[in-house]
């Protein structure tokens, strides 16, 4: 049912080239005026509309940003990066973008998946989500200097992970839900999180620890670490509320629900994202700025595709508390 | 720093136009031999990929596919939407598309959006979600025979909505979720749902209202409504429970939240969608099948791509209950 006029409509029915077509709406000065004015015509009578593709074969720009979309684990998580795809989708458009989707399960397709798009779709600038230890996608983009950003900073120190990204301050969201637990009287204040060696947790951890320390207090025995489930959230609040907690920040809000679950009234938790499900069951929880993200990610993103040389800026954003009952 | 390879590029360096570039990739019998191979040579040198731009030049094709993505309001609904956008994604990659998004806060806007995108970006197809009744963006696509899908019924009885469109059944949702209630020895069996008007809501409550009547029970005075947010469904289980109902179907989990919030532990709550938040709290809801919907949305697009004939197929999928404690 598709009748959309194309390039090759207007070549047929003004009896030109494709190629002369396409001149007359990209370098009309190369032809002849009767032509183009003929041309003209048929482009008028048949509604062609000079496209995308036209122009991408001119400027060799596609105006088109690919994004990794993930499955989103127990959906809790998975919040955040959808807010984030909905801020920059809308930032893209005012700057004269689209966003492509695609998923992948892991690095390396993510990688064979760049290298399909880069052949077919040609996107200007990849947006990578999920940063980690020894990421080997940005070493893949660097050695081919293909214009990215990062949402996530580089968490090895390599020494070629000089990319533009946006970050959100994640251990400061845990040291302000920290600083508001102590100031609320609380002695003993535990952490759940994730195993030591992701670079998202342990800055997480980091926050709450640091802010102990600055306090006189000391972090040793109060934390413990569980992969992001409630059930997790669960075990770890028993064990640390057997030791005297009366306080916990957790690392995400599915480990901080499960925290929730078995804790009294008189504990108070702190999650962090602050996704619908805090919101739905009145849990205080650390809330990243999405949009802003998404705005500084096009933003740099704007910035790399009109230089020449490799971009090393970066953004790291503040979060902020958004308190509800439960602390 | 975008070192991407053009077109021409590859005409600069093998010192001819781009049109030889293209006719030597696209339709090579129009190519002397020589120059032929001399062009070859140059693609291969420059590492040059026949890219999207020129496949869409030569096809009328750009394989794309857009869709709108929302912000998701309190985020509880707006994840049903996030999960058929990940179904979507992978299943248009399956068969040869990528997925282009764009915001839109209104019906109107959306439809200036797809002038905007139809004039640039040229997607093959559009998917509709949030269909409704009146909907004005269904007959501006038919109107121009542009290939669409909704995702959601045509709730207006039209006579031109005829187009193919994907749902689930969600008066067969209710139904199942009021089966059960009445099995478990329920007998005042309550119905939370949104304000009459909407299709979707008014569906869901029917389904409710044939299964308490296929019962031999009235269902007057056992129907509340609000806008969909968890403090309506806290004040219209309240207004219910006091006229001693046991059981509740809600039209969405944000309602069933605010039902489970003021119930006690005898009373029975099911909700719907099936989203994070009735995981996290134990809420049995209605699921429906979102990866299904997406695929089947994907295959009645690629049938009406390659069909010179408006199809009117649609697809009408049957919803599960994911039973958790709540009821």
Redesign the interface.
Known sequence: ????V???DVARVAGV???TVSNTLNSPEVVREATRRHVLEVIEQLGY?A???????RT?R???IAIR????G???A??VL??F??GL??SA?QAGY??????APDDHSEIATFED??????P?AFVLTGTHHGDVRTSWLLER???FVAFGRPWSEMPDARHPWVDVDGAAGTEAATRRLLAAGHRRVGFIGWPPGSGVGDDRRAGWARTLAEHGMDAGGLSRAGEDA?ANGESAARDLLADGVTALVCASD?LA?GALNVAGPDVAVVGFDD???A???GLTSVHQPLGQAAAACVKLLAR??D?????TTHVLLQPSLTVRRSA
């Open positions: 049912m598709a009748d959309k194309t390039i090759t080239s494709r190629q509309r496209n995308q593709a036209a122009r991408q074969m060799g596609s105006r088109l979309i993930d499955p989103g127990d959906g809790i998975g919040s959808d807010r795809l909905h989708t809308e458009a689209r966003i492509l989707l695609y998923t798009l880069l052949g077919s779709y040609e200007d200097r293909l214009p409630i599915s629900l996704t619908p499900v919101g739905a069951v790399a595709l230089s020449t040389e490799p971009p």
